[in-house]
């Protein structure tokens, strides 16, 4: 049973990481990753063949408009916390 056991591991593997990124960050960014994790699992489940799901659906223009914002979002978040901890400690 190959399958059940990469699940397991990738959750464990996730949730490890979420836990980490809460403790090295806060929870706002924790959040934004979150956020960012749906649209990342979308794209997996359309772009490979899954045994008992068969083949996924095409992707709409929307989706990669919507990701982009996401990723921007959280690229001006980590951005912002940066500028202002180096401001703070000066």
């Not at 690229?75 to 000066?90: F, I, N, P, V």
């Amino acid at each position: 049973p190959i399958w059940p056991c990469f699940y397991l591991a990738t959750n464990l593997l996730f949730n490890v990481s979420v836990l980490t990124l809460l403790r090295t960050t806060s929870a706002v960014s924790v959040s934004l990753a979150m956020a960012l994790a749906v649209p990342i699992t979308a794209v997996a489940f359309a772009s490979c063949d899954l045994p008992l799901l068969g083949p996924g659906q095409p992707l709409d223009r929307f989706f990669g408009l919507g990701l982009i914002l996401i990723l921007g979002g959280l690229c001006l978040y980590h951005g912002w916390l940066k500028g202002s901890q180096k401001k703070a400690k000066e």
